[in-house]
Structure formats: structure tokens, C-alpha cells
């Protein structure tokens, strides 16, 4: 499934804007865009630890991705600090005969087969794409470009990377956290391996 | 499609919100939650024709509510001033055998009824209910309850009124118009006249 | 200072979206919009307890509140689940003459009535209220209506309770406490009790 | 007044969204984060033109900013799609002694040095900083770093760039528009000549 990172900010914002806060930026390391070291245990220190996570919404993250109807049904349950916009089956959906794809596991893909094979037979039918819409289950692939501030993302990987979430949602949001830059990740890191170990 | 107005505010929560700002609490006709012709007339002038529509978010409404899953999708699109709690299908599926619903249409009521009887076939095989939701419709009906204040109800009504919205959801938007008080309709009229003369 | 409720939500709201999601409302023991003793604990467990928070959203309150504006201009941090209409300064000014308020305390009271009287002095010299308005201090009261809903009361809480919180947004939190209904306070006793304690 | 843009997203983030949601990349004349002309013609078109402007949320300015106290409080009438981290003066009061600062007018300068005269002075008694806090005018100069998406900065300029708004955040609006790319600017151009020309 696609998941790729098109564009993101550099740390330096969150940095700043911290250090605008307190004013002590004269005690800032970073050069330009360069994250300093102390810079970077700042960011963690207030926006995490000290709770300040308002400081985290200078942090954007937009990728290209690709998700289940599942999945991205459970986005009615996100609504601060996402931005999305996804390709549109009202469009689309007979111009894309033939290409329509299922994320499936092994015990569904019989199913889903078959039920593809009946959206496909309404396709020929020449039923109108909002007709079709209807047919389509959620395990349906929709294509489209996701954005996350640092905060939102935290409290998005908080829920769904926990073990007792949908499964598909979960490698979505590990996904997105392995796509994330090296040098961000530590902004994520306990929130996701406190989930592993089962908080 | 149910659609039952379960709580909203009295339109005097609008009224005297503005007449705090402009400080003329003295001119006011109401009494207690009884709206005077006077306020009345007041929240309209100002949070529609003078664009103060933040004294229209002091007007709640809750319903219980019917709909399709491609009309819930169309909720990840809507944000702001909204609340929701849909019934989840990770724990009512199975238990809830048999009695799933699906919102179809003249032309899609058989190929729904052969996918639904695909999803039965599933249920019977065992397959858990994270897996069996991967099989569901856009048509399947979900339940829940539902807020909007009444300025995203305006926005919600401009949108999904229009000729050229799902029919589906517009069928929800004009279900929600039609079950509010009559005497709090005044504010969302228009919105929807236009739309139906084609705006 | 002023801190009065005006209007509030039925429990009953919050308790049947929960056993909507479930789908137990035959377990509901609520008659109408008075709460029942299960259906009061299912709120607290599932909204507190387990986190479902966003259930709480259906609980609006809404006040009529006189604060600083040193305490205005702390909900520029909070911006969900809020709504506000405060009486403009631009229009009321010069209108409201020898009605202006401050609030003040032991040590402040002399330098705030000097600046008053400065205040006072340039609305007789006739400065239009735009002008005026650069002069008020922030101990300078305004007066407004405002709404949360549970959830969001809930985090308005945790921070303005806090020992090390300004003093003036303080006793705003717990003047709009105190003006909760009895019957509602059990939602956010923990939250202060745990800050008055030190957390 | 310092404002000094400090980040923003390149166009083709919103273009490169609006292609997804229309599944035509193909037609796309961009290259990496260089705009090309077809493209920026169709993020006006879509995002403006046909009212699809959550693809302007993809779209994001940071800014370093000062304001007064005045303009700062109408934030609290702003609050989707901005973030903002301002200078304590909780903490900054004491410290910063002899260098604050006011935004003032020919006719309220010696109203406001005659204030700060008297801020300067409990300084001096060393009232702590809370107290200190209540004396300063709305005239007062705060520091901070401001984030806009495109989306809400329209909105921003279409309310805060009319000749009936306050001076001050009608200047603060104007600098902001100033000091956009060049490139970006066609995205709010109409919105500010129609509030010039009285709309």
C-alpha cells in the first residue's frame, strides 16, 4: 500500500517557536534549517514531557497514500489538525474500470473477489458512479494525500497503533511512522513503543 | 431512514449572546426560553445577513440517525462544529446477524442483495467482525447520534443540498431540515431555497 | 464576577450516544432526559475511564461571564469546543463612560485605578473607541456569553485548576465549576481534586 | 512591526492534491516543488473558484510576528486552521524591564507613555509578573510565532483587511500579505482588492 512522505517542516520551527515563548533564542544551536542538539531535546522536553504540544502544530507532515474504505471511514473520528483529500468515486469509478483494487487478508479474499466481480458487472451494466459507490465494500483501495501536524500524528498513533485497533488502520499508522524522517522520529517513538509492549 | 431530533437549544441562547455583545439586553422581547419576534429577527439580521455567524454555534442539535456508509465517508469532509458516535461495526457484526440493512436504490437493489448475501455467507463461516466489515456495501446502513451547531448546520445544508450532491446524503440533509422545530427553520431556509432553484 | 449558567444538556444525551455505539439500549435506565444510575456510571466509564471522550461532546454548557482580559486573552490556547461572543470594546466604549470595571487585586488596585483615570481622561478628550481600547489594561473586565462542552471543559480544567495557573483564569475554572450542575459535577471532580492536590 | 516569514509549503503540495482527488497526474506540469502554469491556474480554479478549498489546508505559513495586545485578542475569534506560540508575560515582565514596548497612535502616545509609565513603576516595586500583567495597556506589544494554512489566511484576510476593521490588525493583515512569496500571492489578491475597493 502506498504511504510516502511528499513534504515535511523542518524541526527549527518547533524550535523556534518555543524559544520565541521563553525568549532565549539566543540560546538556540540550530543553523538555518539544521536542527541544533539542544534544539532537539527542547522540542521533546516542552512539547512532550512539559506538555506544551501547541508548540508541535509548526511540525507538517503531507504524504501520498493509499487506504482501505475501512480505514478511512474510521478519519470521521480525527478532526483536528488532519487535513485530507481523497480521489473522489463519484468521478471515477467507470473511468478506472478494471483497476479497482481490495486490501484484502487471506480469509476474505475469496469474498472480496466476488464481490468485486458483482461491482464490475454493474460497471459493464453501465450503472452511474454513484450508483456503483454503493457496491463497493470496505475493503475498497482509496487513493488520495493526507496531512498531519506533529501533534495530531502523536494522538493518531496513540490510538491506532494499539494492538486492540483495526488491523489495516495499525499498518497505516505504522506506515506513516516509518516514512517519517529519521531525524523526527523520536517525537513518536515512546507513544508507539508503549503501544507495542501493551502500554 | 430514521432521522429523530433528540435535544436542541432555544433559539434565546442565540439571541442573548448577541445583545451581549452589542449590549442591549434591554431591548429584548423574549421570555426566558420563549423567543420574541424582535430577537427573532435579530439572529438572523446579524449571524446570516451581518456574516456574526459564531453566535449561531450557541444552537445545538442532536438527532438519532440513520445512514449509508458512503454517507458517513462524506463526514470525514466535515470537521468543524460536528459531533458524532456511530455504531461500530468491530463488535456488533456477528452479533447483529441478520438484521443488517442496506440503503439501495431501484437500480442497485439486486446486485446489493447478492453482496449482502455474500457477507451472510461470511458471518455463517466464522469470519470475525474486523474481517466480515472488510466485505460491507457503501449501501450498509449505520445508526448513531449525531450534533451539529446551527452554523455548521448551514454550511452542512449548502453543501449537501445541492442538486448535484449524492443523493443519498441529501436525502439525510433534507431528513435533518425537516425534523427541526419549525421555529428555528427560519435560519437555514434560504440556504436551501437557493439550492433547490439551482442556487 | 459574574458566572452564570444559562443552559446545559441533559446527561441523557451523552449515556444514549454510548449505548448507541454498543447497541444496548435496551440496558438504558433513564426515563426521559432524568439519568439513571447505570446509565450516569456508563458515562463516566466509558468517557472517562476508557477514553471514548468524544461521547462527552454531546454535553454543552453555555454561561454568561464577566473575565479579564488577561484571562481573555488566554483562550486564544483554547480554540476547540469552545464557542464566545464577548462585548466589543469598539462599539461600547465611550457608550459605557464611568461603567468601566477592573479586576484587581490588594496589590494592584492603586496602580490600576491611576490607569483608569488616564482611561477615563482620554474617553472625555473625546478619542474615538478604536483609541481607547489601546489603553484598557488587562485587569480591564469584559463581559460575554461562552459554551463548552464536557470534553472540552474537561481540558479547560486540567490546565486553568492547576496550582501555578494565573490566578484571575483560575477562579474563573472554579467559579464555572461551582455553577455546574450537582448532578454533572462528578465528570470533572477528579480533574480539580487531582490538581488541587498537586497532581 | 516585525513580520518575517519564516516557512511555507510549495504550491504544488495543493495542486499535487487536487490532481489526486481528479486521478489526472498525468496532466500535471510541475516539477519537484517548481509550479507550473497549468497547475497554478488549477489550484485558483479549484480552491477559489469552485469552493474545493480544504486543498488550500495543504498550504502552510509560518510567521514571526509582533502584535499588540488589541489584535492579539481577536485571535480568540480565530480558530481553525491557525497555530500560535506568543511570549509569556507570565514569565518575560520582570526580565525584559525597560524594554517593552506599546503600538501606539499620535493620539493615544501620551495617554500610553503615561500608562507604561506606571508599569514601569510597580516593576520597579516589584509586584511579580502576574500582577504586573493586569496594568499593561491592549497597546502592548507582544512577540510570537504565527502559522496560517492558506485556507484560514483567506478567510483571515477577508474579514481582517476591511476598511471597518481595527487599524492595528488591519496593518497586521496588510504585512502579512506583503511578505507572502510573490508566487503566492494570487491566491489572496481578489480577496484584499475587493475589501480595498470597499467590496
Same mark, same amino acid.
Given at each position: 500500500?502506498?504511504?510516502?512522505?511528499?513534504?515535511?517542516? +523542518?524541526?527549527?520551527?518547533?524550535?523556534?517557536? &518555543? @524559544?520565541?515563548?521563553?525568549?532565549?533564542?539566543? /540560546?538556540?544551536?540550530?543553523?538555518?534549517?539544521?536542527?541544533?542538539?539542544?534544539?532537539? $531535546? *527542547?522540542?521533546? @522536553?516542552?512539547?512532550?514531557?512539559?506538555?506544551?504540544?501547541?508548540?508541535? =502544530?509548526?511540525?507538517?507532515?503531507?504524504?501520498?497514500? =493509499?487506504?482501505?474504505?475501512?480505514?478511512?471511514?474510521?478519519?470521521?473520528?480525527?478532526?483536528?489538525?488532519?487535513?485530507?483529500?481523497? #480521489?473522489?468515486? @463519484?468521478?471515477?469509478?467507470?473511468?478506472?474500470?478494471?483497476?479497482?483494487?481490495? !486490501?484484502?487478508?487471506?480469509?476474505?479474499?475469496?469474498?472480496?473477489?466476488?464481490?468485486?466481480?458483482?461491482?464490475?458487472? $454493474?460497471?459493464?451494466?453501465?450503472?452511474?458512479?454513484?450508483?456503483?459507490? /454503493? *457496491?463497493? +465494500?470496505?475493503?475498497?483501495?482509496?487513493?488520495?494525500? &493526507?496531512?498531519? %501536524?506533529?501533534?495530531?500524528?502523536?494522538?493518531?498513533?496513540?490510538? #491506532?497503533?494499539?494492538?486492540? $485497533?483495526?488491523? !489495516?488502520?495499525? =499498518?497505516?499508522?505504522? %506506515?506513516?511512522?516509518?516514512?517519517? +524522517?529519521?531525524?523526527?522520529?523520536?517525537?513518536?517513538?515512546?507513544?508507539?513503543?508503549?503501544? &507495542?509492549?501493551?502500554?
Amino acid at each position: 500500500m502506498l504511504c510516502k512522505l511528499l513534504n515535511y517542516t +523542518p524541526l527549527t520551527l518547533a524550535s523556534n517557536a &518555543i @524559544r520565541q515563548s521563553h525568549d532565549n533564542q539566543n /540560546l538556540s544551536d540550530s543553523m538555518g534549517d539544521l536542527i541544533g542538539d539542544k534544539d532537539r $531535546a *527542547l522540542i521533546d @522536553r516542552v512539547g512532550n514531557k512539559m506538555k506544551h504540544s501547541s508548540t508541535l =502544530e509548526f511540525l507538517n507532515y503531507v504524504w501520498e497514500i =493509499e487506504m482501505s474504505t475501512k480505514t478511512l471511514l474510521a478519519f470521521t473520528r480525527h478532526r483536528i489538525g488532519i487535513s485530507m483529500t481523497i #480521489r473522489s468515486t @463519484r468521478y471515477t469509478t467507470q473511468k478506472n474500470k478494471g483497476k479497482h483494487q481490495v !486490501q484484502d487478508t487471506d480469509k476474505t479474499k475469496d469474498y472480496l473477489k466476488r464481490i468485486m466481480d458483482i461491482v464490475n458487472e $454493474a460497471i459493464e451494466d453501465g450503472l452511474n458512479n454513484d450508483e456503483i459507490s /454503493l *457496491l463497493l +465494500p470496505q475493503g475498497y483501495i482509496y487513493k488520495g494525500q &493526507i496531512q498531519f %501536524n506533529a501533534r495530531s500524528l502523536q494522538h493518531f498513533f496513540k490510538l #491506532r497503533t494499539k494492538s486492540d $485497533a483495526h488491523f !489495516q488502520i495499525r =499498518e497505516l499508522a505504522f %506506515n506513516l511512522f516509518d516514512s517519517l +524522517p529519521d531525524s523526527h522520529k523520536y517525537l513518536f517513538e515512546d507513544i508507539i513503543n508503549n503501544n &507495542i509492549k501493551g502500554k
